[in-house]
């Protein structure tokens, strides 16, 4: 693993680069050579499918550029489908990452969350693309290997077709129908239980708000789940807890108990990943993310990211697209 100082300068390196980036300067502009005006285009697509198969916007911007630059070498007049092309070699880039990222992990410091990201309250309108890019998904979509998440995000987000797929994973047609069911059958055990409007989520969020604030144990159980499950990133860097926490009861004393006491601690409303969630703040500056999972109106799920370097996405919206 990196040391905490060395990712940051690796993640401020990176949106460096982005906005630096050709591509990425020339949008709107007239003029832009073909190449350019396509990747530009379809930028936002394929961060999306990156960061779909990542869960992490660094890692899904340092594809990008590697996308840009074998995209930079191709001739034009061999390709049929712009679109197509650029994200199968995103792709590519994103399974080789993935592998990469897995072996990270393996040696990360408690548990390992997802990057949130701040988004606008229209990603939600997308139903099918918040609930991708939500955290309670993301997560559901670690458990599933490499190929297995390439596919079911192709084909189940984005609807390209069965030899579309092949061509990106590097695998044939009837060996992607199958990856395809295998993936669909395992994310439909995990995944919650049906799609939960926004004003739903913000209702939870408010009550479990009210209750840490003003220490109302009671109202807090009454809001989770009885086996909610509290997961916390710290990355080592920020105090966190290293193991999930299970139930209602134990849950909510933890959080009474131990944000309640913090004085200088505000929660304020956020959009992440296309839905609400908290923002938690130390004396004004951003201390955590808190994202919610809810089924049948109790929160079932909260994902607490700490990690310092997980958190350089929440100071601008980040766009979305399929």
Known sequence: MNSGH??????????????????????GRTGADPATEAFVAHRNLLFTVAYEMLGSAVDAEDVLQETWLRWAGVDLGTVRDRRAYLVRITTRQALTRLRTLGRRKESYVGTWLPEP????PDVAEDVELADSVSMAMLLVMETLTPSERAVFVL?????????????????SPAAVRQIAHRARDHVAARRPRGTVPPSETREALDAFRRAVETGDLQGLVDILAPDVVLLGDGGGVKQAILRPVVGADKVARLLVGGLARVTELSMGPVHVNAAPALALRLDGALDSVMAVRIDDGLITGLYAVRNP???????RETALRR
């Open 6 to 27: 060395e990712h940051t300068e690796h993640a401020q390196d990176t949106q460096d680069a982005e906005h630096a980036q050709g591509p990425q300067d020339t949008a």
């Open 117 to 120: 990201l701040l988004t606008s």
């Open 155 to 171: 084909r189940e987000v984005f609807a390209f077709g069965y030899d579309e797929i092949a061509d990106a994973v590097g695998k």
């Open 309 to 315: 370097e997980k958190l350089s996405r929440m100071g």
